[in-house]
């Protein structure tokens, strides 16, 4: 799995996904005290290489389980609905894209890295 979850309380909170078993259990314990959980609405693409479909396939469905165990429910949004929300033009290319997000993810929470910063601006997009 790859990429990063981040929560919102007072302030926000970033990191990368669980890799081991007692790390999934604390993310299950932290979403099932959440009110709203939003997960980034991926899908498969020719343009993606074909290992990166299969990351993200699993990632994906690794974060929906883990929901599911919390009891919680997820919203699901695409990259288009929260990138729109930033209120900034976002470069099209995928590694310019990401550098930004990254760059704008490290004004909201100065840990950001590139595995959180995307769900760094998707949650403050939607908050």
């Known amino acids: 799995a790859s990429g990063g979850v981040a929560f919102f309380t007072d302030k926000i909170t970033a990191r990368s996904l669980p890799k ?21 609405n991926l899908w498969s693409t020719p343009n993606r290489r074909h290992r990166a479909n299969w990351v993200l396939s699993g990632s994906f469905h690794q974060i929906m389980m883990a929901i599911e ?19 900034e033009k976002l470069p099209k290319e995928y590694n310019e894209k990401k550098k930004r997000l990254a760059a704008i993810a490290k004004t909201i929470y100065p840990k950001a890295t590139l595995k959180t910063a995307d769900a760094i601006c998707m949650i403050n997009a939607l908050k």
């Open 69 to 87: 165990l919390a009891g919680k429910k997820a919203t699901l949004v695409t990259p288009e609905n929260w990138q729109k929300r930033l209120g």
């Open 20 to 40: 081991c078993g007692s790390e999934w259990e604390a993310l299950i314990e932290e979403l099932s005290h959440c009110e709203t959980i939003y997960v980034e």
